[in-house]
Nanobody, 116 residues
Framework: QVQLVESGGGSVQAGGSLRLSCTTSVRIFIFNAMGWYRQAPGKQRELVATIARDGATDYADSVKGRFTISRDNAKNTVYLQMNNLKPEDAAVYYC??????????WGQGTQVTVSS
């Protein structure tokens, strides 16, 4: 059974940093791509960042230059380093993995709160 478990959320003041982690129950290398999404109250879930199997990364315009996605294949873990957090970054952050069959797997989410 494939499971993705996020950790690292919390509350910070604007300008602060957090690092989210997502650990998979299977070898992370089986996924074509891993990503982080977020959903704020009353809003649709949106893509934040992705990292492909070859290490290529992509970011939403709103987080470019502030967030960094990375992966540690040996630890089956994907990270999202978030710097210079803004109140509009507050949301539940979800880890996502896409298998070669395009099946999407999701974690349970981790809350990020940013106070101004």
């Amino acid at each position: 059974q494939v499971q993705l478990v996020e950790s690292g959320g919390g509350s910070v003041q604007a300008g602060g940093s957090l690092r989210l982690s997502c650990t998979t129950s299977v070898r992370i290398f089986i996924f074509n791509a891993m990503g982080w999404y977020r959903q704020a109250p009353g809003k649709q879930r949106e893509l934040v960042a992705t990292i492909a199997r070859d290490g290529a990364t992509d970011y939403a315009d709103s987080v470019k230059g502030r967030f960094t996605i990375s992966r540690d294949n040996a630890k089956n873990t994907v990270y999202l380093q978030m710097n210079n957090l803004k109140p509009e970054d507050a949301a539940v952050y979800y880890c996502n993995g896409k298998s070669p069959s395009l099946t999407a797997y999701w974690g349970q989410g981790t809350q990020v709160t940013v106070s101004s």
